[in-house]
């Protein structure tokens, strides 16, 4: 990956509608040679494409963070598997500390947080404790990766 592709995956996390023409435009190549790169690009996994939808509008308001403790490491596969099936779960972490893992979660209500800690999350083998935060608001949130943008000409 060199730089012009740094490039193009910028102006496409600033604005991911943006046409070919445009980022010909912005990078000094050719409407075929964006093309081209976009299809390697996507074909390596270096960009997806995907819609984001607004929490808001589709009524998954509640957005919270669970820490979860597992009481031995043979539990990490079944416990990633699980996370990974379950919509509700946006995001799984592996990391240091006391707790095993955590989870970023969105759900419609409090009664759907509950069930999914509940029902789905406590029932599951090895799972010694969990605590969860709710985020308040949000002041920041983005999938964006900090890369530099181009001049713009």
């Known amino acids: 990956m060199d730089q012009i592709d740094r490039n193009l995956i910028a102006l496409l996390q600033q604005d991911g509608r943006l046409s070919q023409a445009t980022l010909a435009a912005r990078t000094g190549l050719s409407q075929s040679a964006v093309n081209e790169r976009l299809k390697r690009l996507t074909a390596s996994g270096a960009v997806k494409i995907v819609g984001q939808a607004d929490p808001q509008a589709v009524d998954m308001t509640l957005l919270a963070f669970i820490f979860v403790a597992l009481d031995t490491p ?23 500390g006391d707790w095993s893992y955590l989870l970023k979660v969105r759900a419609g209500s409090v009664a759907g947080l509950e069930a999914l800690i509940s029902d789905r999350i406590k029932r599951l083998p090895g799972i010694v404790r969990s605590h969860t935060m709710l985020a308040l608001s949000t002041a920041k949130e983005t999938l964006a990766l900090p890369l530099p943008l181009p001049p713009e000409e």
Do not use: Y
């Open 74 to 96: 043979s539990r990490d596969d079944g416990f990633r598997a699980a996370m990974a099936a379950d919509p509700s779960v946006l995001e799984c972490h592996h990391i240091t």
